[in-house]
């Protein structure tokens, strides 16, 4: 699966962004595929995911703000940000499972296909 990420930009704090991933290779729609991100001086973390059957997880810190969703006809992938905040800047990342058929994990070793990252940018 090559995966690409796009959508990313700068906003003012409240702002919106919708991050896309787009996939190709593989049957897409049969796995797994989260958003993570990397802020500066942090380690990489979990922000979202998504079944293949359309189940979705977010971490705490982006639940009722964050929504992510599949278009699997368009082998794509979204994540709707709302009410960003400073604290949201970083670079997003999307993954898929190493495996098909699994749920969105928040173990980062478990996605084995990597789309190159998009700046996302909050100011105060």
């Known amino acids: 699966v090559q995966l690409q990420a796009s959508g990313g930009g700068s906003v003012q704090a409240g702002g919106s962004l919708r991050l896309s991933c787009a996939a190709s290779g593989r049957t897409f729609s049969n796995y797994a595929v989260g958003w993570l991100r990397q802020a500066p001086g942090k380690e990489r973390e979990f922000v979202a995911g998504?079944?293949?059957?359309?189940?979705?997880t977010y971490a705490d810190s982006v639940k009722g703000r964050f929504t992510i969703s599949r278009d699997n006809a368009k082998n794509t992938v979204y994540l709707q940000m709302n009410s960003l905040k400073p604290e949201d800047t970083a670079v997003y990342y999307c993954?898929?499972?190493?495996?098909?058929?699994?749920?969105?994990?928040?173990?980062?070793?478990?996605?084995?296909?990597w789309g190159q990252g998009t700046q996302v940018t909050v100011s105060s």
């Open positions: 998504i079944s293949w059957s359309g189940g979705s």
């Open positions: 993954a898929a499972d190493r495996s098909a058929g699994r749920d969105p994990s928040t173990v980062l070793l478990k996605y084995g296909y």
